[in-house]
T-cell receptor
Framework: KAGVTQTPRYLIKTRGQQVTLSCSPI?????VSWYQQTPGQGLQFLFE???????NKGNFPGRFSGRQFSNSRSEMNVSTLELGDSALYLC???????????FGSGTRLTVV | KNEVEQSPQNLTAQEGEFITINCSYS?????LHWLQQHPGGGIVSLFM???GKKKHGRLIATINIQEKHSSLHITASHPRDSAVYIC??????????????FGEGTQLTVNP
């Protein structure tokens, strides 16, 4: 069975640009959540989508947004990139509570 | 004070040793997760606990809901167990959704 697929794996962007990251969940999973991991802040929750609706959002500025499509694939977008946005972005999919998560391998974003 | 605290932050062991990593949390939870992260970033979900104890191979996870404490044990440790181990909790309530709050992680190194 295919795992959670995140694309691209690596990305280098310039400050001020925008970026879109993609996450394809395990077939049948309707929940997709996104996380940011940095050396200074560790892992932090960005947002969660369930059946195309944003169900929960972390404490990130409005430059961070996301969406989920009818096939449960999700994208997150970061506009007006800042150096501090350099991080590993992970997504995880689930059937929803009370089930567990499967994580993708992440997208490593570097902003220069 | 962080909502999820792990100890120790770093742990070095000799192959074959019994290892314990601890996690304390300060909020009400619906589940606690133990995650493993290898260099390169991919995260593997090891356990999801809401009560009691679970065992998978050489790994054992326990949780004490009253004391808000969980432990991850590795028996007969091996160099391939070297990784970062992360404790994460999911809050209660429908609005918590898939929101996870993470500990800072424990870097485990097992020497041959």
């Amino acid at each position: 069975k295919a795992g959670v697929t995140q694309t691209p794996r690596y990305l280098i962007k310039t400050r001020g640009q925008q970026v879109t990251l993609s996450c394809s969940p395990i077939s049948g999973h309707r929940s997709v959540s996104w996380y940011q991991q940095t050396p200074g802040q560790g892992l932090q929750f960005l947002f969660e989508y369930f059946s195309e609706t944003q169900r929960n959002k972390g404490n990130f500025p409005g430059r961070f947004s996301g969406r989920q499509f009818s096939n449960s694939r999700s994208e997150m977008n970061v506009s007006t990139l800042e150096l501090g946005d350099s991080a590993l972005y992970l997504c995880a999919s689930s059937f929803g509570q009370p089930y567990g998560y499967t994580f993708g391998s992440g997208t490593r974003l570097t902003v220069v | 004070k962080n909502e999820v605290e792990q100890s120790p932050q770093n742990l070095t062991a000799q192959e074959g040793e019994f290892i314990t990593i601890n996690c304390s949390y300060s909020v009400g939870i619906s589940a606690l997760h133990w995650l493993q992260q290898h260099p390169g970033g991919g995260i593997v979900s090891l356990f999801m606990l809401s009560s009691g104890k679970k065992k998978h191979g050489r790994l054992i996870a326990t949780i004490n809901i009253q004391e808000k404490h969980s432990s991850l044990h590795i028996t007969a440790s091996h160099p391939r167990d070297s990784a970062v181990y992360i404790c994460a909790v999911r809050g209660r309530g429908e609005t918590s959704g898939s929101r996870l709050t993470f500990g800072e992680g424990t870097q485990l190194t097992v020497n041959p």
